[in-house]
Nanobody, 114 residues
């Protein structure tokens, strides 16, 4: 199993970023996936989750209405569209999947700063 995140970077408050997580090594369309984030000095937290078909999603209260999780099962990729970014969104963002054990990507840094 391999998960590779991309799309992070430096963005001003109020800006947008789209993160991608490319997956391989398993039947992507059979599994739900999640986006987590970890800010400096804080525990890792669940940001968003999506079901195997994409028909069900859930969000942390702090990002609801600003972030959108989606997936393209033909491309084995899950996305996180982040709008109206705030300084407190600064973190390393990870995607993960549970297949008996948790698999994590290496993460992508998102920094929201002026």
């Amino acid at each position: 199993v391999q998960l590779v995140e991309s799309g992070g970077g430096l963005v001003q408050p109020g800006g947008s970023l789209r993160l991608s997580c490319a997956a391989s090594g398993f039947t992507f369309s059979s599994y739900g996936l999640n986006w987590y984030r970890q800010a400096p000095g804080k525990e890792r937290e669940l940001v968003a989750a999506i079901s195997s078909t994409g028909g069900a999603t859930q969000y942390a209260g702090s990002v609801k209405g600003r972030f959108t999780i989606s997936r393209d099962n033909a491309k084995n990729t899950v996305y996180l569209q982040m709008n109206s970014l705030k300084r407190e969104d600064t973190a390393v963002y990870y995607c993960n999947v549970y297949r008996g054990i948790w698999y994590w990507g290496q993460g992508t840094q998102v920094t929201v700063s002026s």
